[in-house]
């Protein structure tokens, strides 16, 4: 099917586009709200006989012969506006995109030259300044400006946004839970299920019209985020034929083409993002392992089925590589347009942290020892090769009022993982110990999306819908873990496989399969009013539904009478065919099942939302929306714990009715200036993860996630208000206040002083966040002429968060206080960042040849984890990231470009530390990213 969904996008690549005429082609504009004009009169000024109108997205085509003409756009209650001068050439697409204002705005006709065209930045700025709800975003204008490759590099430009690796996107410093992501209106689930945001870096910017990140919230949207809800929108109907491919090759010295990359062999496809089944479990899960009491040689034949394969081998890394294909066009089918897009892109890429580190510390029992107690050290190396590969097509047809698009998104991801580790036990269960990890990680994901809009009957009736199914899927098969103990001989190092400290052999299976279905209704009635106002009715609903089911299996071994075979130290050694367990001399290794209830369970979840909503003009300076959302949420859950205490059998763990009401408003003071309040109740609910038994570790820093079903939903209320002056060319200041009051949000806390290593998800009181935005865009020119081409832009976010601490948190760090030391009844937010800041120079030379741009992204320190008893507060350092990027274009087509881009010039490092009272940071963890260089090459066919 996707062989054959290529040959048809070749296919119609070549299509004939429009005969010995050319084409006019564009998107009519309301200058005064950014919004497309859908049914307006379009005609040629010399002759108003030919003529077309505008269809419900405000599009129009004209196929004329080949001269320079006159258009003009009209519609009722606007005034005309005229595009003059307007260059048809043969066989070309020429793309205009006017406005068109209300008639009591202006008192004469518009007129402008075909060169004066309206550009997609400076339509998402009317769209920020006219939006009732505060927005910020990025339009493909600035992506192609800048050079951005993906959204992950571009949202970065966005006031109060932070990037994770380049991947996961955090608004106003909040953690991941408090934002969400939708792709054309649509939510989807990312690679990881149990995070809000979506990886930015699975989109090229060349399929997406622009991102918008709605702040505040309002009763269309969904009710589930409080710092931000970003939606991409792809695009639908190419204005002109586009057919790119492109290529890039990256090189990082501390991690391409290094001689001691970690490495083993796994499947054939592993280049390709998914295991061939090589990893796959050798026998049926419900298959009895026999115990070796028994002499049974089914325990020697089971045993034998596995891998051999436990260690790691030192290869060569190569560069990293990406490569991507992009097609779009639309053609006319019968009496509407048909809009196709689509793209394929493939990326691997080589990472190795040759100084890892993770510690764990514990506060002193003396509360006047100052000192943090090292309770275990992990050093070493860990190596990774990613392979993603990504496929997204839309298929879009439309006529004057009605438009039906199915839109397809695949993903596959594919991790090959190895690592050697040293670990030293200093206070519980002392000892040292060598690790070795082999793993993998497979994740995929499909989604397909139905949706429609239609204007019923008159003009004034709209109707949208969409249906989605999303099945996403995450496969760990056999992950091998070898821990020996070492003791110091004297003359020779031994190796034991003592189990009492955590040595031995285990091999784990995880799989996660997740569901999710969900259809929308919106229906929007305008009102017109005698000041050409007008004002809308919205109204509508929608149900989710998401089911998951997760499994662990885990198989520990066990080598009797290990002295016989002499261990020394090679994990490979264990599985030799000599050293598999013989039944008659009872020596070797054998298998052993280790089935834990906790870490199997299944869940799901159905939310029913329905909304009302005013959008209302006040009159000629003053618009308000107002409504309400409701949303009914109801968790199923079936599991056990592992002492089996406690069971589940498709039990609701949460049921709970949301009434979410939303205010906001707009006051212009003049054409340019906005002042704009928003008042909105929102939420933030557990995942399935967390509101469950589970008990899931990691295997290289050996912290475990231990769930919570006694988690419930924080709710939110949100103010703020927001001052903007906008100016010519795009410039811009803006000044914004926003305050957040968080009821039982919900944080990661130590597990307990018995389990320094566990973390589990935990209800907070209450929390306040405080928090200041800035925002300033300038136009260098003002400085010297040959700075014309140059703009500096910034934003930065002061945050303060107040957590008021619960009863038994205080009397916990009341209890460890260390001499002398003031407990305070608050603290901040988990994940909350104080201060975030974006600042971009970007230089474009007249000619538009070459597009430069530096940019710097800093994150203030924030807390990551929440210190119970004798464990101390978790804080990630303080992050800097300084980029740059240079796009050529080798020709004023714009048909082929050069691209280079140099990531964390800094080389600035990932660090966590505890923080105790008196006491130095000590390292919670440590890894060096170091710095990378890409050159790209893109061309269009």
């Known amino acids: 099917m996707k062989k054959s969904l290529i040959l048809l996008l070749l296919t119609l690549l070549y299509f004939p586009l429009m005969g010995q005429k050319g084409l006019v082609r564009g998107t009519l504009y309301d200058g005064d709200t950014g919004e497309p004009v ?78 004066q065209i309206r550009n997609t930045q400076s339509a998402l700025l009317t769209i920020k300044r006219k939006s009732p709800n505060v927005v910020d975003g990025v339009s493909r204008e600035l992506f192609s ?77 969904p009710g589930d985020f409080s710092g931000g809800l970003v939606n991409i929108y792809t695009r639908e109907f190419p204005e002109s034929p586009l057919f790119r491919i492109s290529a890039s090759v990256g090189y990082n010295p501390s991690m391409n083409l290094v001689n001691n990359f970690l490495s083993y062999d796994g499947s054939k496809t592993d280049a390709l993002g998914w295991d061939n089944g090589s990893r796959d479990l050798p026998f049926e899960k419900t298959t009895n392992i026999p115990d070796p009491i028994h002499k049974n040689h089914q325990l020697s034949t089971l045993t034998s089925q596995f891998n051999p394969r436990m260690s790691s081998m030192e290869v060569k890394s190569a560069p990293d590589q990406s490569y991507s294909i992009v097609y779009g066009n639309q053609f006319d089918l019968g009496s509407g347009k048909l809009g196709i897009i689509g793209t394929a892109n493939y990326k691997v890429s080589y990472r190795t942290f040759p100084e890892l580190e993770y510690n764990t510390y514990l506060k002193y029992p003396d509360t006047a020892n100052f000192n943090l107690l090292r309770n275990r050290s992990i050093h070493g190396r860990r190596s990774d090769q990613e392979v993603l590969l990504t496929g997204i097509a839309g298929i879009n047809y439309k006529l004057k009022r009605t438009k039906i698009g199915i839109n397809w998104f695949h993903i596959q991801n594919g991790t090959s993982r190895a690592a050697k580790l040293d670990q030293i036990n200093s206070e519980t269960n002392p000892s040292t110990i060598v690790k070795t990890n082999l793993g993998y990680r497979e994740r995929s994901m499909d989604h397909i999306r139905v949706n429609g809009k239609h204007h019923m009957g008159s003009d004034n009736w709209e109707l949208d819908w969409t249906l989605s199914q999303t099945k996403s899927t995450l496969k760990e098969p056999d992950n091998r873990v070898t821990t020996y103990q070492t003791l110091d001989r004297g003359e020779e190092i031994s190796y034991e496989l003592n189990a009492s400290v955590g040595g031995g052999v285990h091999r784990v299976w995880r799989t996660l399969q997740e569901d999710n279905y969900a259809g929308m209704l919106d229906v929007s009635y305008a009102i017109d009013s005698q000041n050409n106002r007008t004002s809308y009715i919205r109204g509508g609903g929608g149900m989710t539904y998401k089911d998951r089911r997760y499994e662990i299996l885990n198989y520990l071994f066990r080598v009797e009478q290990s002295g016989k075979i002499g261990l020394n130290g ?6 030799l065919p000599q050293n598999i367990w013989d039944p008659n001399s009872r020596t070797g290794t054998y298998v052993r099942g280790n089935y834990e209830p906790a870490n199997t369970y299944k869940a799901n979840q159905t939310i029913f939302a329905g909304y009302v909503m005013n959008d209302l003009s006040l009159g000629s300076r003053l618009k308000t929306i107002y409504g309400a959302r409701m949303e009914q949420v109801v968790n199923r859950y079936t599991g056990q714990n592992n002492l089996g205490s406690e069971r589940y059998e498709n039990q609701k763990v949460f049921d709970q ?19 704009r309040l928003s008042a909105n109740r929102t939420l933030a609910r557990p995942t399935f993860k967390e509101k469950s038994l589970a008990q899931i570790q990691d295997l290289i820093s050996g912290k475990t996630f231990i769930g919570n079903l006694n988690l419930d939903a924080t709710e939110i209320n949100n103010f703020d208000l927001r001052f903007e002056n906008y100016f010519d060319l795009g410039q811009l200041v803006s000044l914004s206040g926003f305050y957040k009051q968080l009821f039982a949000p919900i ?35 003002f400085m010297a002429p040959v700075l014309q081409g140059a703009t500096l832009s910034g934003n ?31 603290r901040s937010l988990v994940d909350q960042a104080p201060v975030i800041a974006n600042v971009f120079l970007q230089y474009a030379t007249l000619n538009k040849l070459l597009d430069l741009n530096l940019s710097y992204n800093y994150q203030g320190k ?35 470009h050069l691209s280079l881009l140099i990531k964390n010039i800094l080389d600035h490092e990932h660090i966590q530390v505890y ?20 050159l790209g090459l893109s061309v269009a066919l």
């Not at 595009?83 to 008192?107: C, G, S």
């Not at 090679?570 to 599985?575: A, E, H």
């Not at 992050?879 to 990027?885: A, G």
């Open 145 to 221: 400006k800048t050079g951005d490759g993906d959204a992950g590099s571009a949202i970065k430009r966005v006031t109060g946004v932070s990037v994770v690796n380049g991947k996961h996107v955090l608004v106003r410093g909040l953690g991941d839970r408090y934002s969400k992501t939708v792709l054309n209106g649509t939510e989807i689930p990312g690679l990881d299920p149990d995070k809000n945001s979506v990886q930015f870096d699975l989109f090229p910017t060349l399929i997406i019209e622009n991102i918008l990140i709605s702040k505040t919230f309002m009763p269309n949207l």
């Open 862 to 896: 924030q807390l990551t984890i929440v210190g119970i008893g004798r464990n101390s507060d978790i804080y990630t350092q303080p992050t800097h990231s300084l980029n740059f990027t240079a796009r050529m274009n080798m020709k004023k087509t714009n048909r082929v």
């Open 570 to 575: 090679d994990p490979d050694q264990l599985f």
């Open 747 to 781: 944080e990661l806390v130590a597990y307990s002083d018995a389990s320094p290593d566990n973390v589990q998800p935990r209800n907070s009181t209450k929390a306040t966040i405080l928090g200041i935005e800035l925002e300033l865009k300038k136009n260098l020119a």
């Open 38 to 115: 859908p049914f307006a009169t379009v005609y040629l000024e010399s002759d108003k006989g030919i003529g077309t109108s505008t269809d419900l997205d405000g599009t129009f085509e004209f196929q004329l012969p080949a001269k320079i003409y006159s258009i003009t756009f009209s519609y009722i209650g606007y005034t005309s506006t005229t595009v003059h001068d307007l260059e048809v050439r043969e066989d070309a697409i020429q793309v205009i995109n006017p406005n068109i204002y209300p008639a009591m705005e202006t008192l004469s006709e518009i007129v402008v030259v075909a060169s």
């Open 657 to 675: 009715l949301d009434i979410l009401p939303s205010f906001n408003i707009i006051y212009a003071a003049t054409d340019k200036i906005n002042i």
């Open 796 to 826: 930065v976010s002061f945050i303060r968060s107040n957590v008021k601490l619960g009863e038994s948190e205080y009397q916990s760090r009341l209890h460890n206080a260390r001499s002398g030391e003031l407990i305070s009844s608050t």
């Open 915 to 934: 923080q105790s009272y008196g006491s130095i940071d000590r390292i919670s963890e440590r890894y060096r990213p170091g710095r990378s260089v890409s």
